[in-house]
C-alpha cells in the first residue's frame, strides 16, 4: 500500500514537472530607464522684472543747459525703481556625465515692460520740477551653466554675458522758458548670474522656474531736448533681478 502511494505520488510530480515546462516563460519585469538631459531645447518664458536706476544728475542737466551754466550747485542723485512684465525665449544644449553632473549654454531674449518715474525739484526755477523716466526694453543674455541631475529633475546655476536696452526722458516746464523734453537710449553690456530648476515631465517637455540677477554697472547716457535741440549728459548705474517661469521643447542626441 504504501508502494503504491509513492508511486502515485511520484506519477504526480513529475506530471507537474512537466506541465511546467511546456508553460511560456514569464519575462522579467523591464528596468526603468534612467531619464538623461544631453540634447537641445528651445522654448518660451515669462516672468516679472524689479530694476534699480541711479541717475546723475539730471538737475544740472535741466537747469545748466536751459537757464545758464552755473545754476546748478551740488550734486542730485534720482532713482526710479521699474518693474513690470518680461517675455521671451531660449534655445540651449546640455550634456549629462555618468556623474549625473549636467553642463550646457544657453541664449535668452526678453522683452520687457518694465517702467519707473520719479519727479525732482529744480532749486534754480523755484516751484517747477522735472519728470524724471526710464524704460527697460529687452534683456538678451548668453550663459553657461552647471547643474545636477535628479533623474528627470536639474537643479542649475547659470552665468555668463548680458545687455540691457533702456530708454531715459527727462521732462517738464521751466517758468519763463518754457516745455523740455530731454531723452536718451543706451545699450549697456554687463553680466547675469542665476539658478533654478527645471523639471521634464514628459519625454520632450520641460518646465522650469529661474531667478536671473543682472549687473550693468554705470555709464553716461546723451540726452538731447527734443524741443530745443540742446543737448547735455547724465551718468547712471544700474542692475535687475528678474523671476520667470517657463516651458522647453528637447531633442535629444541620438541613441538617448
Known amino acids: 500500500m504504501k508502494k503504491l502511494i509513492f508511486a502515485n505520488l511520484l506519477a504526480l510530480t513529475l506530471a507537474g514537472q512537466a506541465i511546467a515546462a511546456d508553460l511560456p516563460t514569464q519575462a522579467a519585469p523591464p528596468i526603468a530607464q534612467r531619464f538623461n538631459w544631453t540634447g537641445c531645447y528651445a522654448g518660451m518664458h515669462l516672468g516679472g522684472g524689479f530694476a534699480n536706476k541711479n541717475i546723475t544728475d539730471p538737475v544740472f542737466l535741466v537747469q545748466d543747459t536751459l537757464i545758464a551754466p552755473g545754476t546748478t550747485t551740488g550734486v542730485t542723485t534720482v532713482s526710479p525703481q521699474p518693474s513690470g512684465v518680461v517675455l521671451g525665449a531660449q534655445i540651449g544644449c546640455d550634456y549629462e556625465f555618468a556623474s549625473s553632473v549636467v553642463i550646457g549654454v544657453e541664449g535668452a531674449v526678453s522683452g520687457s515692460t518694465m517702467r519707473g518715474t520719479r519727479v525732482v525739484g529744480l532749486p534754480g526755477s523755484p516751484g517747477d520740477s522735472a519728470l524724471v523716466q526710464v524704460n527697460t526694453d529687452f534683456l538678451p543674455s548668453l550663459t553657461a551653466r552647471i547643474g545636477y541631475a535628479f533623474d528627470n529633475v536639474l537643479l542649475y546655476a547659470r552665468g555668463g554675458a548680458a545687455l540691457a536696452g533702456d530708454q531715459f526722458e527727462i521732462s517738464g516746464t521751466l517758468t519763463g522758458i518754457g516745455p523740455y523734453d530731454f531723452r536718451g537710449l543706451d545699450n549697456r553690456f554687463g553680466w547675469v548670474v542665476g539658478g533654478g530648476v527645471d523639471w521634464a515631465f514628459s519625454r520632450d517637455w520641460s518646465a522650469f522656474v529661474e531667478y536671473d ?4 554697472g554705470s555709464t553716461n547716457v546723451l540726452m538731447t531736448d527734443q524741443i530745443s535741440g540742446l543737448s547735455g549728459l547724465v551718468n547712471y548705474s544700474q542692475h535687475v533681478q528678474v523671476v ?13
Open 213 to 216: 540677477y543682472y549687473q550693468f
Open 244 to 256: 520667470k517661469g517657463g516651458v522647453n521643447f528637447h531633442v535629444w542626441w541620438p541613441g538617448l
